[in-house]
């Protein structure tokens, strides 16, 4: 079924892209427009209502200004390079739909193999989600911006890059950041949330959903100590937990992992490199 709906995305971009020779073209030349990445567009404000825009299937996020509205459509790591478009239409009586193109760059990440011993670790940076919210509403609020790193460190730079083991035939491309740190270190929220998720392992180690608003959500896996609970709102900074590694090893068992934060970000439904919406401005 995922693969059914990714393929029903792509289509539906490239017929929007065949319809977009007649119309206006608005080609976004934002420094993040490539896949792995968002485009980022502000549009003039035309009425205090949102408007209804679409990307695929998608709603991107809609941010208000006083006098635009600021919109950050995902752009997942299988979109092509290429021109595609957008459906817009200002939300007031009389007000007519039209089509805006927009550019997805290229960006050619690093090919680089990677060894039988680092495929538990890599694939840490790989997953994927069946829902984001196990609330019975949706958050309507606009999210902030940006985003901050919830555990300060040195996080993995290795986001969108493909990952290959000649000697299994397998490849993998990360759609997170990964963070080692110390025992005990707090982790925070990277902005306003709802909490709409948390599963917890039999180890007693969380994967937290946060909403942001308005179709931006982070995933942090790797929490222990959780301090909050489904439904629960929350303030940029708030301490979310900590991190904690395996439990001490005996004489007879391999030494305990560090502990790992695994940091994921999603736009409309696509997941883009954290490191750019830290990077957004307010």
Same mark, same amino acid.
């Given at each position: 079924?995922?693969?059914?709906?990714?393929?029903?995305?792509?289509?539906?971009?490239?017929?929007?892209?065949?319809?977009? *020779?007649?119309?206006?073209?608005?080609?976004?030349?934002?420094?993040?427009?490539?896949?792995?990445?968002?485009?980022?567009?502000?549009?003039?404000?035309?009425?205090?209502?949102?408007?209804?825009?679409?990307?695929?299937?998608?709603?991107?996020?809609?941010?208000?200004?006083?006098?635009?509205?600021?919109?950050?459509?995902?752009?997942?790591?299988?979109?092509?390079?290429?021109? =595609?478009?957008?459906? =817009?239409?200002? &939300?007031?009586?009389?007000?007519?739909? !039209?089509?805006?193109?927009?550019?997805?760059?290229?960006?050619?990440?690093?090919?680089?193999?990677?060894?039988?011993?680092?495929?538990? !670790?890599?694939?840490?940076?790989?997953?994927?989600?069946?829902?984001?919210?196990?609330?019975?509403?949706?958050?309507?609020?606009?999210?902030?911006?940006? @985003?901050?790193?919830?555990?300060?460190?040195?996080?993995?730079?290795?986001?969108?890059?493909?990952?290959?083991?000649?000697?299994?035939?397998?490849?993998?491309?990360? &759609?997170?950041?990964?963070?080692?740190?110390?025992? !005990?270190?707090?982790?925070?929220?990277?902005?306003?949330?709802?909490?709409?998720?948390?599963?917890?392992?039999?180890?007693?180690?969380?994967?937290?959903?946060?909403?942001?608003?308005?179709?931006?959500?982070?995933?942090?896996?790797?929490?222990?100590?959780?301090?909050?609970?489904?439904? &629960?709102?929350?303030? *940029?900074?708030?301490?979310?937990?900590?991190?904690?590694?395996?439990?001490?090893?005996?004489?007879?068992?391999?030494?305990?992992?560090?502990?790992? @934060?695994?940091?994921?970000?999603?736009?409309?439904?696509?997941?883009?490199?954290?490191?750019?919406?830290?990077?957004?401005?307010?």
């Amino acid at each position: 079924m995922k693969r059914f709906t990714r393929y029903l995305l792509l289509f539906s971009l490239l017929a929007f892209q065949a319809v977009s *020779a007649n119309q206006d073209d608005v080609a976004s030349e934002e420094t993040f427009n490539f896949p792995g990445g968002i485009i980022e567009l502000e549009l003039e404000k035309q009425s205090d209502q949102i408007p209804d825009i679409k990307f695929g299937l998608a709603n991107p996020v809609i941010i208000e200004y006083k006098d635009y509205w600021r919109v950050l459509i995902g752009i997942g790591l299988d979109i092509l390079p290429g021109e =595609y478009v957008m459906y =817009y239409k200002p &939300n007031y009586d009389g007000a007519s739909g !039209e089509y805006k193109s927009l550019l997805v760059r290229q960006k050619v990440y690093p090919f680089t193999k990677y060894q039988a011993s680092q495929a538990k !670790e890599l694939r840490r940076a790989y997953r994927t989600h069946d829902s984001f919210s196990d609330l019975d509403y949706e958050n309507t609020q606009q999210p902030s911006l940006p @985003l901050s790193m919830p555990v300060k460190g040195i996080w993995s730079e290795n986001f969108g890059h493909i990952l290959f083991n000649d000697k299994t035939s397998s490849m993998l491309t990360p &759609n997170a950041l990964v963070l080692q740190s110390s025992e !005990e270190t707090v982790i925070r929220s990277p902005q306003n949330a709802i909490v709409s998720k948390v599963r917890t392992d039999q180890t007693g180690i969380s994967e937290l959903v946060l909403d942001h608003g308005r179709g931006l959500f982070s995933i942090l896996s790797g929490v222990s100590d959780l301090t909050v609970e489904t439904g &629960n709102g929350i303030v *940029a900074g708030a301490v979310l937990g900590r991190l904690k590694g395996d439990d001490k090893p005996t004489i007879r068992q391999a030494p305990a992992e560090p502990p790992q @934060l695994i940091w994921q970000t999603v736009v409309n439904g696509a997941y883009v490199n954290p490191i750019i919406l830290s990077q957004l401005k307010p």
